[in-house]
């Protein structure tokens, strides 16, 4: 005896489509993978310019670690802040005016025995290496770490 075929005997299995591919991808997406390649293009120029900039601070700091006196270090200061800011500005600034100068453009504070280096020892014999350790240190800090604002009277003014 035969059963009568039911209902659930003429089902078929379900078919389940093929996954949707990765690519192409949609247009948003598109425009998203655009935006995040400009941007890190855009980073990588402002990294690659911020690295030139800085090469003066990269020979001044390789070319302090050869000096060995007072005289040497002011002149390596002299040209190191002559690569930043006008001729004008670092040539009219002496003694004190040059060390203040030089103070106020960084944030590191100068020491007495550095100063006196500064304005005196460049004159004086040869020190020992001991008596400029404290000046090396100084002029490492400010190599790193200066920051010139151009002063007022020197910008362009829009007077008509």
Same mark, same amino acid.
């Given at each position: 005896?035969? +059963?009568?075929?039911?209902?659930?005997?003429?089902?078929?299995?379900?078919?389940?489509?093929?996954?949707?591919?990765?690519?192409?991808?949609?247009?948003?997406?598109?425009?998203?993978?655009? /935006?995040?390649?400009?941007?890190?293009?855009?980073?990588?120029?402002? /990294?690659? #310019?911020?690295?030139?900039?800085?090469?003066?601070?990269?020979?001044?700091?390789?070319?302090?670690?050869?000096?060995?006196?007072?005289?040497?270090?002011?002149?390596?200061?002299?040209?190191?802040?002559? /690569?930043?800011?006008?001729?004008?500005?670092?040539? +009219? #600034?002496?003694?004190?005016?040059?060390?203040?100068?030089?103070? /106020?453009?960084?944030?590191?504070?100068?020491?007495?025995?550095?100063?006196?280096?500064?304005?005196?020892?460049?004159?004086?014999?040869?020190?020992? +290496?001991?008596?400029?350790?404290?000046?090396?240190?100084?002029?490492?800090?400010?190599?790193?770490?200066?920051?010139?604002? +151009?002063?007022?009277?020197?910008?362009?003014?829009?007077?008509?």
């Amino acid at each position: 005896m035969t +059963e009568p075929p039911t209902s659930l005997d003429r089902l078929n299995d379900l078919v389940v489509p093929p996954p949707a591919p990765w690519w192409p991808l949609a247009p948003g997406w598109n425009i998203v993978l655009v /935006a995040a390649l400009l941007t890190l293009l855009a980073f990588l120029y402002r /990294a690659f #310019k911020h690295w030139r900039a800085n090469a003066y601070r990269r020979a001044a700091l390789h070319e302090l670690a050869t000096l060995d006196s007072p005289t040497e270090i002011a002149a390596l200061l002299r040209r190191t802040a002559l /690569a930043i800011a006008p001729r004008e500005i670092v040539a +009219e #600034k002496t003694g004190t005016a040059w060390l203040d100068w030089l103070t /106020a453009l960084c944030n590191e504070p100068m020491l007495p025995t550095v100063r006196q280096q500064l304005t005196d020892a460049v004159y004086a014999p040869t020190s020992s +290496e001991n008596s400029i350790t404290d000046l090396r240190d100084y002029a490492t800090c400010w190599i790193a770490r200066h920051r010139f604002v +151009e002063p007022p009277e020197t910008q362009p003014s829009l007077k008509c």
